[in-house]
């Protein structure tokens, strides 16, 4: 292959790729070449791997969100210097406790690294060894989490982790009597369901000075979460950096008390012999987390709702037509606060299920993610179904997709139609 000079790869063609994807003016080709942005080699399109318009949501295994252009930008200049791990772990947290209001704070490989980093503090606080011992060295250490029944999850696994056993209760009364001297800590879901409310599970673990723990990873918007429950007086929170903040998909926000957030940070990556050691977060995403709260504080709520409200109002009027449709409008109770579309429409007349709309919308160009609630959706999720219905997320959405969902979707269930 011949060697292409480095004048080349910096030539003017490149340098407006990248800055088209980065949106920003602020990566400019003229700086010095160590400070030069990477060229705009599309590895998607190299590894044959197909990109679509997100009509699901924030859900993980299709990837969540994407950072807007600020945080991208913040991400790519980041990637240009090294720096001291902790130094930015350290100004990092201090930066957004400030922001959010927080004690303290800490950023992490993820919600459900927090999770397992949280917990760990509560196990390894004031007992620098215990770091070196858990998960599998128990026997000496507090081991016990109290949860509601109905707050089991998929994401207890995390907690695990950190050598824990969770002790279930389903009322006030059982939580009261819960507590025993080897109980480290008391979990909540926040999008959870349960006879217990957050005041009860606070105003009660801390009687018996025991923290307590919200897991509210997906519950952004409302922004003002961001704050909610730690001046509720839940010790620990967290919240995923690449879901409603649109930070990198790989970090998740701790905030909370400054003993346990820094008992939390001594159990992670970069320590070597610690549990968080296989969550190491980089200096990118740290940066591009710290970014994205910066981005998410300057949103004006009120607008970003009617912008998505707007979306789906859109997309139902492109449907409504077609033989016994009809839409509906609804915003889940907790997690992923904001307008969904639901549509639902007679099987007998449009002959095609919801799981069939979303295998055309994925084969068809462009390629297309609905909702996973799209024909009937797992009772978990909060969202309403049938085999009949097809659930439309919108704020993942670029501008102007919105349109290019709704004549797919028409397309696709037109031709369903039974005449
Ligand atoms: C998504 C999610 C997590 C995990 O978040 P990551 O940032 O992907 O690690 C944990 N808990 C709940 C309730 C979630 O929705």
């Not at 599309?42 to 699901?56: E, H, R, S, W």
């Not at 959010?100 to 949280?118: F, K």
């Not at 994401?155 to 950190?162: G, P, T």
Request: a neutral charge; charged letters at 20%.
């Amino acid at each position: 292959m011949p060697r292409i000079s480095r004048r080349k790869l910096l030539g003017s063609t490149v340098i407006t790729g990248a800055a088209a994807v980065f949106g920003s003016s602020s990566l400019n080709a003229s700086q010095s070449p160590s400070s030069a942005p990477a060229n705009g080699v599309d590895y998607y399109q190299k590894l044959g791997v197909t990109p679509f318009i997100n009509a699901a949501g924030t859900y993980t295994v299709l990837s969540a969100s994407t950072m807007p252009p600020e945080v991208q930008a913040a991400v790519a200049l980041a990637a240009q210097h090294p720096v001291h791990l902790n130094e930015l772990l350290v100004a990092s947290g201090e930066y957004l406790a400030k922001r959010l209001r927080s004690e303290a704070a800490l950023i992490t490989a993820g919600a459900a690294a927090a999770l397992t980093l949280g917990t760990a503090a509560c196990v390894t606080l004031g007992n620098a060894g215990a770091i070196l011992s858990i998960p599998t060295d128990m026997k000496e250490l507090k081991n016990e989490v109290i949860v509601q029944k109905t707050h089991r999850y998929d994401y207890d696994h995390a907690i695990r982790n950190a050598g824990v056993r969770f002790v279930e209760v389903a009322t006030v009364g059982e939580y009261e009597h819960a507590f025993t001297d080897r109980t480290v800590m008391a979990h909540f879901f926040n999008a959870g369901e349960g006879k217990i409310s957050r005041e009860d599970w606070v105003r009660i673990a801390h009687q018996h000075r025991v923290p307590c723990f919200n897991d509210a990873a997906a519950d952004i918007p409302p922004i003002s979460n961001l704050w909610n429950y730690t001046l509720m007086g839940f010790d620990l929170v967290t919240f995923s950096g690449g879901k409603g903040l649109r930070g990198p998909q790989c970090t998740g926000l701790l905030l909370g008390r400054k003993d346990l957030i820094e008992a939390a940070r001594q159990n992670n990556s970069p320590n070597s012999n610690t549990i968080g050691r296989g969550m190491k977060v980089a200096k990118e995403e740290i940066v591009g987390l710290v970014a994205a709260v910066d981005w998410v504080l300057e949103q004006d709520e009120g607008a970003m709702q009617a912008e998505f409200q707007g979306r789906a109002e859109r997309i139902a009027d492109r449907l409504k037509s077609l033989p016994t449709l009809t839409t509906r409008i609804f915003v889940p109770a907790v997690a992923n606060r904001v307008p969904h579309l639901l549509i639902t429409y007679d099987p007998s007349r449009i002959r095609i299920t919801g799981a069939q709309v979303i295998e055309r919308m994925r084969q068809g160009n462009p390629r297309i993610e609905l909702n996973p609630g799209t024909g009937g959706a797992p009772a978990s999720a909060g969202l309403p179904g049938g085999p009949n219905t097809i659930i439309v997320g919108v704020w993942m959405m670029q501008p102007g997709e919105d349109m290019i969902v709704a004549g797919r979707l028409r397309e696709v269930l037109e031709a369903a139609v039974n005449a």
